[in-house]
């Protein structure tokens, strides 16, 4: 088991157990720490190039933890719950707060962060520089984008104030979380779902500040979380804004450039993954999934599915279990034994 780091916080390591399983081809490792009323777990996979990490936990305080670095690495992180910071990650302060993402790389020796938040989720995945090469060097958009990082290493932090996480990203990383094989199948698995998320992330426009205030940001966010739960029935453009003490303009406009997608395409971006959830983890008959997210015309619903997963909701219904892992499982791993 090749790690990227140890942690070597004595509060930590006094505190936490660790076990290990070796599985064809990669080794997984579950550490639960508690101490008081506070507990995280961490699942780690361990995998030739790769190591993901899914971390969830109850912190009643913040927890502070001193990474020692064993060799050079390059980091996804998506902060779904909770928040963490960092004194100096890339020779700078960072921050990642809930409901953002970033990527960035750190040769220092040791590095110290600070997990905070009463319920805290977040999901990373740390890669070798080859392999972070590998993937970037057969997509010229990315080539593009990393190039100058591939010829001269140095750290960075891609995007210093974070990107929000998209629907589709939390779908991914909840489908790794609730992997339900093991063996060879489980290995597969992971690292297609990894390269899913990988390519979402690196598709992703890069949105640059919008400008507005801190108090039109968390109204934003919470319209966002609102709009996660009242996807199937959502109030108008102008109710919504009236709700939320907003107006329609500031509301399109600051949503869009907050979150990468209009109102209605992230109602339609959440109707879809949940259609997608039901259809592949319940028994729900097609027309029932299609009127529970909303869609009141078969036909449409079924043209929109279609549209985002290139296959019709009564094929995914037929074989459920087939398709409970998500999309692209052989295209993914084709791409990462490129």
């Known amino acids: ?43 780690d996979y361990f995998l030739d190039g790769l190591q993901m990490s899914v971390v969830r936990g109850h912190l009643q305080r913040p927890f502070q933890i001193e990474l020692a670095v064993e060799r050079p690495w390059l980091a996804t992180l998506f902060q779904l719950e909770g928040q963490v910071s960092s004194k100096s990650c890339a020779l700078r302060p960072l921050h990642i707060g809930p409901g953002q993402h970033n990527l960035m790389a750190d040769e220092a020796s040791a590095n110290t962060y600070t ?24 997509n ?29 990203q939390r779908a991914i990383i909840q489908q790794i979380i609730e ?54 029935e959502p109030p108008s453009l102008l109710e919504l804004a009236r709700l939320f003490g907003t107006n ?3 509301l399109k406009k600051g949503f869009r450039e907050l979150f990468g997608t209009t109102v209605f395409g992230y109602i339609a971006e959440r109707r879809l993954t949940v259609a997608w959830q039901l259809l592949t983890l319940t ?17 449409h619903f079924a043209t929109a599915f279609r549209r985002k997963f290139g296959l019709s909701p009564s ?15 052989t295209s993914s791993a084709a791409l990462l034994a490129h």
Request: charged share 20%; hydrophobic share 40%.
């Open 1 to 43: 088991m090749e790690t990227f780091f140890q942690f070597r916080t004595a509060e930590f390591t006094d505190n936490a157990q660790t076990i290990l399983q070796q599985q064809p081809g990669f080794v997984q490792a579950a550490t639960r720490w508690q101490l008081a009323d506070s507990h995280i777990n961490f699942q």
């Open 115 to 138: 997990f905070e938040g009463e319920q805290y989720t977040c999901f990373s995945a740390h890669l070798a520089p080859a392999f972070f090469s590998r993937l970037v060097q057969g």
């Open 140 to 168: 010229p958009e990315w080539l593009a984008k990393h190039e100058a990082r591939l010829v001269n290493p140095t750290p960075f932090v891609l995007l210093p104030p974070g990107m929000a996480v998209t629907t589709a």
């Open 179 to 232: 992997c339900p094989y093991s063996g060879a199948l489980k290995k597969l698995f992971l690292e297609a779902r990894f390269l899913d998320l990988f390519i979402e992330q690196q598709t992703q426009p890069v949105l640059r500040p919008s400008g507005a205030s801190s108090r039109d940001r968390d109204t934003l966010h919470a319209i966002r979380d609102f709009l996660d739960t009242h996807y199937a």
């Open 248 to 250: 329609d303009f500031k």
């Open 283 to 299: 028994d729900q008959p097609v027309q029932e999934v299609a009127e529970s997210v909303g869609f009141g015309n078969p036909a």
């Open 315 to 329: 094929h995914v219904r037929r074989a459920p279990q087939a398709f409970a892992a998500g999309l692209n499982l």
